[in-house]
């Protein structure tokens, strides 16, 4: 029960990084603490599965570098496991003339952040690609592809137990503390000072702690003593599924232009490795933060969420947005009306409700998302042995490597290890 490090947290960026510390420092000893009896059961396995090529984000910020490079990793990674993918490109399409200003720019974007294959097309060109869009333009992204995540984390699980590592599950984190007294003192105090102890009483003592904890990353920041911002707030994210006599419809991805605002909104087309074609997602805020389903509710988690003064500042500014998006996750009509912008034929009869997921949003206290990566400690003595991921969003998964990679030389320098 003594560990050089603890990493909180076994979604994909959790084992990701546990992975690259043991293989980094194989003479040192590592846990990962989930409180879930399986692995990747959150973000990580309720995602669109896309492997991004890292087109949308700020050219030089850590989205875009660890994009490019996390997509470039995940491909070499399946191909030495043996993990299956498809590389079926991506279209993000004009379908007004208003947005082909905005497509030429994302165009830019990517080409400055170092994106490979990308191309304009036009109307032609897109049919080609995808016989049953319609669009005036279209961004062509040949190197974005799909994977099945949690059979990528569950690879990292892997590695991670094979040189050495111990997965914890159910062990859920409440409460961190400096050990006041220990047998294994020695002539520099204690070589195992922090106590984590989770809900059933059970306790590790370690040197030091990297949480990676998602939906929960601001309630174990104040655990450990360090900083509640940025919050989070989660939205939840329904999919429609296409009927499996429909999905010829669809070959690759199939994108909206975003809206600068709010990146992550707009309707998607991708299609699945199981041969599914995922509709959405929506974005409306979820009344519990692991709450998948219309209904869940978690009185804590709603006060918590409704409380924030951040909310509230973001919800007022963008009234119509978020209203519009609670209308289409009502009704069924509405979303499709969205999707046959780019797919005329889809109809109402085609599509079935599908599963959901739930996004951790970094939210600040003025009511601004957190665009980036975000990764802090603290001072005292907790809050300098710990390392929290505070924000990971996506394209974490895609990104997962390379961000496992800069956690472990921000550890390194950090503990000195």
Known sequence: STFDVAVVGAGIVGLASARELVRRHPSLTFA?????????????????????????????????????????????????????????????????????????ALYERGLQNNVRGLKLIGAKEIQAKEPFCRGLMALDSPYTGIVNYKQVAQSYAEDFQEAGGTILTDFEVTNMEMAKESSSESADGLKYPVIVRNSKGEEIYCRHIVTCAGLYSDRLSEISGCSPEPRIVPFRGDYLVLKPEKCYMVKGNIYPVPNPRFPFLGFHFTPRMDGSVWLGPNAVLAFKREGYKLFDFSTGDFLDAVTYSGLWKLVLRNLSYGLSEMYRACFLSAQVKQLQKFIPEVTINDVLRGPSGVRAQALDSDGNLVDDFVFDGGSGDIGSRILHVRNAPSPAATSSLAIAKMIADEVKQRFEL
């Open 32 to 104: 990962v603490l989930e409180k879930e009896k399986e692995l990747a059961h959150h973000q990580s396995g309720h995602n669109s599965g896309v492997i991004h090529s890292g087109i949308y984000y700020t050219p030089g910020s850590l989205k875009a570098k660890l994009c490019v490079q996390g997509a470039a990793l995940c491909y070499e990674y399946c191909d030495q496991k043996g993990i299956p993918y498809k590389q079926c490109g991506k279209l993000i399409v004009a379908v007004e003339q208003d947005e082909i200003p905005r497509l030429k």
